[in-house]
């Protein structure tokens, strides 16, 4: 039998936004306070970019939503007593124990 762990968080309860780019730099953000450069300020390489209609790549799509989904988490925190229901986001620890 497995069990797992798991911490489930409302957006809330999220303490940064970190933009991890693949040169090694780390952009870290409050979720009340999210500003997302279009590039990153070391490599150059594109955060921000708004895709086209037609988006030439899989990289272009992901980080388009990864950049909105950031974003949203900003927002959405701003309207927490606005709403009818709460997001809420599920994380695994990664352990896992096994009975035998």
């Known amino acids: 039998m497995t ?3 798991k911490i489930v968080v409302g957006v809330d309860d999220i303490k ?3 933009i991890a780019c693949k040169c090694g730099i780390r952009l870290s953000m409050s979720p009340d306070d999210i500003h997302i450069p279009a ?3 070391t490599c150059g390489g594109v955060w921000g970019r708004k895709p086209s209609h037609e988006v030439s790549s899989d990289h272009e799509v992901w980080a388009s939503a990864s950049l909105n989904f950031a974003d949203a988490i900003g ?3 701003k309207h927490l007593d606005n ?3 709460k997001l809420l ?3 695994t ?3 896992t124990d096994e009975k035998r």
Do not use: D, K, V
């Open 89 to 91: 986001l599920e994380f």
């Open 39 to 41: 590039n990153c300020p």
């Open 75 to 77: 927002r959405m925190r």
């Open 3 to 5: 069990i797992e762990h």
């Open 93 to 95: 620890n990664g352990e």
């Open 83 to 85: 709403g009818t229901f």
């Open 16 to 18: 940064a936004i970190i």
